[in-house]
Nanobody
Framework: VQFVESGGGLVQAGGSLRLSCSAS????????MGWYRQAPGKERELVAR???????NYLDSVKGRFTISRDNAKNTVYLQMNNLKPEDTAVYYC??????????WGQGTQVTVSS
């Protein structure tokens, strides 16, 4: 299983970014996918997840600002992030939810929000 994240960058507070994650080595349409993030000095946390049927769940702090979606034909999951805040600064990763013991992490994509 392999994940390749992209789309991060440096934005000002209030700005937007769209992250993409391409997955391979798995039957993508059959798994729940999640976006996770890890800020400096903090543990990795689940930001959003999307079921095989499209049901979504979000971390309270991002509700109303972030939207997770998936394209099963492209084996890709997206995270649209609007009204970004400095506290959203982190490295963002995708992976299955829950994470199988055998899964590794991709390189992630850095999101930096300046105030």
């Amino acid at each position: 299983v392999q994940f390749v994240e992209s789309g991060g960058g440096l934005v000002q507070a209030g700005g937007s970014l769209r992250l993409s994650c391409s997955a391979s080595g798995m039957t993508f349409s059959l798994v729940v996918m999640g976006w996770y993030r890890q800020a400096p000095g903090k543990e990795r946390e689940l930001v959003a997840r999307i079921s095989t049927g499209g049901t979504t769940n979000y971390l309270d702090s991002v509700k109303g600002r972030f939207t997770i979606s998936r394209d099963n034909a492209k084996n890709t999951v997206y995270l649209q992030m609007n009204n970004l805040k400095p506290e959203d600064t982190a490295v963002y990763y995708c992976n299955e939810f829950p994470i199988p013991f055998s899964n590794s992490w991709g390189q992630g994509t850095q999101v930096t929000v300046s105030s």
